[in-house]
């Protein structure tokens, strides 16, 4: 409410500033051939009109003197239609004012869709010399740009499930010791994590040491080939040449066998504990190794279409301030989630030195590039009533008129026109809410019935 009496006043004190250049263009020798209209109006109640001075009759304040010039007061009329533009239908930026064939691809050009809801003329302000004095516009050629956007989003750590391992048993066995104490604990490749007691494995031992010594004492070729087939079994069986090699110098194989880990992560699962048994391909342990981890995150329904795999992104934890970790952007869900309207997208980023954990938050910036230059328009340049928006272009120093345009994407203080405005036209950037007020004020609008969500 504050805003809309400081534009009214500043606008009647416009018009009140112009008395004596109204009433002394005849003394002054001018030759001013325009109409004036004068009446009194309330600046809280602007539908009041009375045609002499005196209190308003809703809240009683001093009605204020009004002079409007009627010398282009025309009505607003629908922009001319535009001439019909023809376009590749793969590449939309390359048109022509007539039916063609791309000259990129080699295809037949279709028309361009325009949208009839923008580029009308819906109102039309003129302003005195006087009122000029008092009004300092800026104003911005609509001109065509390349886009950029960067989008905020939060993250969160979560452990890759394309770096989930296991340390399953090899060979039927039951467990006698176990190395590891609880979940959570690290292990590297060649950490010992448990004994078993496997009669099928020890049995393949002394058929090591067997073999091995009948081949040191007659060096046969079957012997040689025995043994071979000895070795590989037990290697693929989890023991380690080292294991085996002990076994022979010693004479035996010891009751309870060692078994090492061949994957390095977290222990998110200790299956093993003592007196269990476990069948071939159970898992001991399950690991998650965290060299990788993924970062997923929420994108927003509005900018849900904008997402693209391979888009750049940059990152930085809450619990690592002033570290800035980048990556790209590897999977986007294919269904928008229905109750929080956002769209899940992740991205894999590098954790050599384990510093990110599972569960970390995360503030993401989202590298968007358009390949498009669209013509565009500073953010200021409109006016969104809610059911249409707005621009207000300069005819020439005293003359002004409102445009609707249909707007795209917006960008660094930029929003694109796809339509409604051409390259080269000046827009009011600064003083448009001044053109907007009177326009309301004095009847300059068309149809305000049609657009009552026009309030600023």
């Known amino acids: 409410m504050s805003r809309i009496i400081l534009i009214l006043i500043f606008t009647f004190g416009l018009l009140g500033c112009s008395k004596s250049n109204s009433t ?5 020798g001018t030759h001013e051939h325009s109409k004036t209209e004068t009446y009194y109006t309330c600046s809280m109640h602007p539908q009041i009109r009375e045609d002499k001075p005196g209190k308003c009759p809703i809240c009683h304040m001093t009605l204020t003197k009004v002079e409007v010039e009627l010398d282009d007061d025309t009505p607003a009329q629908p922009a001319a239609l535009a001439k019909p533009i023809w376009q590749c ?7 022509s004012e007539k039916e063609d064939t791309c000259p990129i691809d080699g295809s037949p050009m279709i028309k361009k869709k325009v949208d009839r809801g923008a580029g009308l003329i819906i109102a039309k302000v003129k302003l005195r010399s006087a009122q000029l004095e008092h009004f300092s516009p800026d104003f911005f050629p609509v001109t065509t740009m390349k886009m950029t956007k960067e989008v905020r989003l ?3 750590v979560l452990e890759s499930e394309e770096k989930e391992s296991s340390i399953p048993a090899r060979i039927g066995g039951r467990v006698e010791k176990v190395f590891v104490r609880s979940t959570g604990s690290f292990i590297s490749i060649g950490d010992p994590v448990l004994q078993i007691y496997s009669p099928k494995l020890i049995t393949a031992g002394e058929e090591y040491i067997l073999t091995r010594k009948s081949f040191v004492k007659n060096k046969n070729s079957e012997f ?3 043994l071979k087939q000895s070795e ?3 290697l693929l069986w989890g023991i380690k040449k080292s294991q085996f090699g002990s076994w022979y110098a010693q004479g035996r194989v010891p009751r309870s066998i060692t078994i090492y880990s061949q994957s390095t992560g977290i222990v998110q699962k200790r299956n093993a504990t003592v007196g269990k048994y476990f069948k071939e391909g159970q898992n001991f342990f399950e690991l998650s190794d965290l060299s990788d981890v993924w970062l997923e995150m929420d994108v927003y329904e509005q900018d849900a279409a904008l997402v693209k795999l391979g888009q750049r992104v940059e990152l930085e934890f809450t619990s690592l301030p002033g570290d800035i970790y980048s990556g790209e952007v590897d999977f986007v869900a294919p269904i928008l989630d229905a109750k ?3 769209l899940k997208i992740r991205s894999t980023i590098k954790n050599a030195d384990g510093r990110l954990k599972p569960g970390m938050a995360a503030d993401a910036t989202l590298k968007i590039s358009f390949d498009r230059m669209p013509l565009v328009v500073p953010r200021s340049a409109i006016i969104d009533t809610g059911k249409r928006k707005v621009v207000w272009l300069k005819i020439n120093k005293k003359q002004f008129q409102a445009k609707t345009v ?4 917006e960008s660094e203080g930029y929003v694109e026109v796809k339509d409604g405005l051409m390259e080269g036209e000046e827009v009011v950037i600064e003083g448009n809410f001044l053109l907007d007020a009177q ?18």
């Open 24 to 28: 002394d263009g005849k003394k002054s």
């Open 89 to 95: 239908e793969k590449f939309p930026d390359v048109t």
């Open 224 to 226: 040689k080939n025995l």
């Open 406 to 409: 249909l707007t795209g994407i």
């Open 340 to 342: 929080s309207r956002t």
């Open 232 to 234: 590989q079994r037990l």
């Open 439 to 456: 326009a309301q004020l004095f009847g300059g609008y068309e149809d305000m019935t049609a657009d009552s969500s026009h309030n600023h």
């Open 154 to 156: 939060l993250g969160s």
